[in-house]
C-alpha cells in the first residue's frame, strides 16, 4: 500500500516569507509525528498528533512554527517568518494507533532552504 | 533531559571486516529502534527491540539490547559497500497516552571501502 508521501519534496524560499509543508500519513494512522533533520545530525522531534487529542507542542522551536490535522487525515506544519537556521529536512512520520506497541514510519522529508 | 548518544559518529571500514555501532541513552525505556538513511532518502526501520536481552538478526546486521546498561548495539559481519548509509538508533519515550515520540541518536555514518 502507499506509504507516508509529503509534498513539496523542495523548498526555497527567503528569509521572513512563510511556508507551509503537508503530510500525507498512511491511510488509517491515528498517530502522526512531525521532525525535523538539520544537516548532519539526527532527528528532532517537533510535534505529535493522534486522533482527536490535543496534540504535544513540546518540540516545537519557537512560536513561528505551528502545525494542523484534519481529523486523521492531512497534516500540515507552518513556518512563518522563517530564518535561515529553518534550513532542515522536515520529515513526517505516521504510526496505526500512537501507542507504545507502534512503529513509525517515515515519509521521503521536505527540504527547506531559507535563503 | 533525555539523551541519546551513538558512537562512532563516522566508521570506514573495508568489506569483509566487523565492527560494531553502540547506542547509549540516558532513561530507561524498553523500545528501541535502528533505522537506516541513505543520502538523501528518508528513514527505513531496521530493528525494533522491546525487551531486555532481546537480540535480532537480518542478514550482516545484528541488533541487541541492555536495558539495564541503556545501551544497544549494531554488529555489522562481513561488510558489503551496499551496507554504506547512515544509522540511527531512537529511543521511545511514552508518557501515558500524552507523548509517544522518539528520540533519536546523532547517527552513525557507515562507508564501506572495497
Known amino acids: 500500500g502507499a506509504g507516508v508521501s509529503q509534498s513539496p519534496s523542495n523548498k526555497v524560499t527567503e528569509k521572513g516569507k512563510d511556508v507551509e509543508l503537508r503530510c500525507d500519513p498512511i491511510?488509517?494512522?491515528?498517530?502522526l509525528y512531525w521532525y525535523r533533520q538539520r544537516l548532519g545530525q539526527g532527528l528532532e522531534f517537533l510535534i505529535y498528533?493522534?486522533?482527536?487529542?490535543?496534540?504535544?507542542k513540546s518540540g516545537l522551536p519557537s512560536d513561528r512554527f505551528s502545525a494542523e490535522r484534519t481529523g486523521e487525515s492531512v497534516s500540515t506544519l507552518t513556518i512563518q517568518r522563517t530564518q535561515q537556521e529553518d534550513s532542515a529536512v522536515y520529515l513526517c512520520?505516521?504510526?496505526?494507533?500512537?501507542?507504545?506497541?507502534?512503529?513509525?514510519?517515515f515519509g521521503p522529508g521536505t527540504r527547506l532552504t531559507v535563503l | 533531559e533525555l539523551k541519546v548518544e551513538q558512537n562512532p559518529l563516522f566508521l570506514s571500514m573495508q568489506e569483509g571486516k566487523n565492527y560494531t555501532i553502540y547506542c547509549n541513552y540516558s532513561t530507561t525505556s524498553d523500545r528501541l529502534y535502528w533505522y537506516r538513511q541513505d543520502p538523501g532518502k528518508s528513514l527505513e526501520s531496521l530493528f525494533v527491540l522491546l525487551s531486555n536481552g532481546a537480540v535480532k538478526q537480518e542478514g550482516r546486521l545484528m541488533a541487541s539490547l541492555d536495558t539495564k546498561a541503556r545501551l544497544s548495539t549494531l554488529h555489522i559481519t562481513a561488510a558489503v559497500h551496499d551496507l554504506s548509509a547512515t544509522y540511527f538508533c531512537?529511543?521511545?519515550?511514552?508518557?501515558?497516552?500524552?507523548?509517544?515520540?522518539?528520540?533519536f541518536g546523532t547517527g552513525t555514518l557507515l562507508a564501506v571501502q572495497p
Open positions: 531512537a529511543v521511545q519515550v511514552w508518557y501515558g497516552g500524552a507523548t509517544n515520540k522518539l528520540i
Open positions: 498528533f493522534q486522533g482527536n487529542s490535543a496534540p504535544d
Open positions: 512520520a505516521s504510526s496505526p494507533h500512537g501507542s507504545l506497541t507502534d512503529t513509525q514510519y
Open positions: 491511510s488509517g494512522h491515528t498517530a
